[in-house]
């Protein structure tokens, strides 16, 4: 049995920030202790550098150049590695709305790929769509959004247990239906691409809907009707104690003013932090490059984000966690505990796996995030080894 200790580490617990040692025995953490005298350890000296969760991203199409909808499990695995040498050590890889075979095509791959994968932990796949708003489809394409009523959601509801979260717009005909199908199943129901009032929203927490995709991103906010103002998505999911809030910090979908509301508004226990990024994610881009994602849409490089080609809507970002996290830490006043959690912590329970990641605890499964003051990785463990080691 193989013990690693992790020395002179400030450790970013659920609550505070303390130097401990933290102590490694097959993938798992056994213990956190002030002790050195670990027999027949290995020792790893951090030199002061921060140690935390390994970072969960629950909402991303793909890294390195290689997109979740592809059909290639070595593609999948690539996208996933991409994330991982940046700190993301759980990831669940998000298909767009695209014809349905091509969708089966993707989680078949994903799945396979998560048989036979051991860098970081691919923890299912995440379907945003096809199932979304006309109105809101942002930068889905058009001819792919489908209604439950005329396409039958149950094979893809039924095709893998890995499915953990499936986005949908609860306001388009069958879509609340579609709700109790996804939740039943033990899946997370996402109001996705959504242009429903705030009424439906709040109906749809019966209907088995309870987490908030990317807010404030192709989903409905308030507006006026005659003299009077109606709340939409966004209102709902901010004041509704019963659903969970994506939000993208990448500084370019939302301001820093908008990531303070949302943290102020919902807290780091139902708030959390995700990427969406794109293929292009996780590698060097130059600016002004037009690209093609896997779905055909044409996208371009600008301001450190992508956007549509004819650059009518914004297309995904290409952050990865550690980005996100330095946002949160540096420009949005938001602790590094807090920040943390929501990249680590939150977004592990949201899709069931709050009981082994997300946190610095006995038990655990051995993923870090090792980095500096500036959030930048120096070194990241999956399963109690390094994939990266720059300390």
């Known amino acids: 049995m193989k013990t690693t200790v992790f020395t002179n580490a400030n450790v970013v617990f659920y609550d505070r920030v303390r130097k401990s040692n933290v102590v490694v025995e097959n993938g798992k953490i056994a213990e956190i202790t002030n002790r050195f005298d670990i027999p027949d350890a290995d020792t790893v000296d951090l030199k002061g550098l921060y140690l935390a969760p390994g970072f969960v991203d629950i909402h991303v199409h793909g890294g390195g150049g290689y997109s979740a909808m592809s059909d290639n499990p070595e593609d999948i695995k690539n996208m996933c590695k991409a994330h991982a040498l940046r700190g993301t050590t759980s990831i669940l890889p998000t298909t767009l709305a695209a014809p349905m075979h091509k969708i089966i095509a993707a989680i078949d791959a994903i799945k396979k790929a998560s048989e036979d994968y051991d860098f970081s932990t691919i923890l299912g796949t995440h379907l945003e769509g096809p199932y979304l708003s006309l109105e809101m489809k942002g930068a889905q394409s058009a001819e792919n959004i489908l209604d439950p009523v005329n396409v039958s959601p149950y094979e893809l509801l039924d095709y893998w247990k890995g499915i953990r979260m499936v986005g949908a717009a609860p306001e388009i005909p069958g879509g609340l239906e579609l709700g109790k199908e996804i939740a039943k199943r033990g899946i997370v129901a996402s109001v996705a691409h959504s242009n429903a009032t705030f009424d439906v929203i709040d109906k749809a927490l019966n209907y088995g809907y309870s987490d908030v995709t990317h807010i404030y991103s192709a989903c409905s906010s308030v507006v006026k009707i005659n ?114 959690k929501m990249t680590s912590t939150t977004p592990a329970r949201v899709v069931g796996f709050g009981d082994r990641k997300g946190q610095i605890k006995a038990g655990f499964d051995a993923d870090f995030a090792i980095f500096d003051e500036d959030v930048s990785i120096k070194g990241v463990v999956t399963n109690g080894k390094f994939i990266i080691n720059n300390i």
Do not use: W
């Open 227 to 340: 003299m009077f103002r109606v709340a939409g998505v966004v209102e709902a999911g901010l004041a509704l104690d019963g659903y969970t809030t994506q939000f993208i910090a990448d500084l370019r979908h939302l301001p820093v003013g908008l990531i303070k509301l949302i943290y102020k508004a919902k807290g780091p226990d139902k708030a959390y932090a995700i990427t969406d990024g794109l293929e292009f994610a996780a590698s060097d881009m130059k600016e002004g490059t037009v690209y093609k994602q896997e779905n055909d849409v044409a996208v371009i490089y600008e301001d450190r984000v992508m956007k549509l080609a004819d650059r009518s809507s914004l297309a995904g970002s290409v952050a990865t966690c550690s980005d996100l996290v330095r946002n949160m830490y540096k420009e949005c006043d938001i602790s590094l505990v807090d920040a943390i």
